[in-house]
């Protein structure tokens, strides 16, 4: 299947800090997307890019479709406790599959 | 709505066992599929289906059986459970109109022994 580097493979976030994570393929994809898991529960939408270059935000979170269309970031602002958990990219090689990235997990610094 | 429902939660196989996952979507979407999701992969793609009595494989299909009855039901079929299986498995759903912006179910975590 096709492959899709998430980095980083984890990080410790603090309380107000903004942070940042990306998803890089060997291919070219329609369609990225960012999901986030909480522990025992199945992934969650969290934001859909069409178009190269597209910069798209929900809330705190900005994400933006890489303009070569092989690459994306999610940026958190303002993190707060509640945005730890495991954060997916995912692109769509074809009409209806999707790869998944291996995941970045977030969590709070003691 | 209940959204994507998944049954059982848990389940422990043996070696050579089959057993069916269940999950059901009420919420009218064409598009259901299949991944399961190990420690540090992601989630992969095992089978998925656009519609009523349409299936195709996805990444890691082998071992795994599909059928789509109904618009409602999608369920996974182990034929012969390896510990290779030992997973947990999330079912999802979407418009086709957007196939990737999916509903995932609550997952079931199954081991095989």
């Known amino acids: 299947g096709q492959q899709l580097n998430q980095s980083p493979q984890s990080m410790f976030i603090q309380e107000g800090e903004d942070v940042s994570m990306n998803c890089t393929s060997s291919?070219?994809?329609?369609?990225w997307l960012w999901y986030k898991q909480d522990p025992g529960e199945g992934p969650v939408l969290l934001i859909a890019?069409?178009?190269?270059?597209e910069l798209t935000s929900n809330g705190r979170l900005t994400a933006q479709f890489g303009i070569t269309r092989k690459d994306s970031f999610l940026n958190i602002s303002a993190s707060i406790p509640s945005d730890v958990g495991i954060y997916f990219c995912?692109?769509?090689?074809?009409?209806?599959?999707?790869?998944f990235g291996a995941g970045t997990t977030v969590t709070v610094r003691a | 709505n209940a959204g994507v429902t998944q049954t059982p939660k848990f389940q422990v196989l043996k070696t050579g066992q089959s057993m069916t996952l269940q999950c059901a979507q009420d919420?009218?979407?064409?598009?259901m599929s299949w991944y399961r999701q190990d420690p540090g992969m992601g989630l992969r793609l095992i089978h998925y289906?656009?519609?009523?009595?349409?299936?195709d494989q996805g990444e890691v299909p082998n071992g795994y059986n599909v059928s789509r009855s109904t618009t409602e039901d999608f369920p996974l079929r182990l034929l012969s459970a390896a510990p290779s299986q030992t997973s947990v498995y999330f079912c999802?759903?979407?418009?086709?109109?957007?196939?990737?912006?999916?509903?995932f179910g609550p997952g079931t975590r199954l081991t095989v022994t």
């Open positions: 291919s070219i994809f329609n369609t």
């Open positions: 999802a759903s979407s418009y086709l109109v957007r196939p990737h912006e999916q509903y």
């Open positions: 995912a692109g769509q090689p074809n009409d209806y599959k999707l790869s």
């Open positions: 919420m009218n979407h064409e598009y």
């Open positions: 890019l069409y178009k190269a270059g």
């Open positions: 289906s656009v519609g009523a009595g349409i299936t």
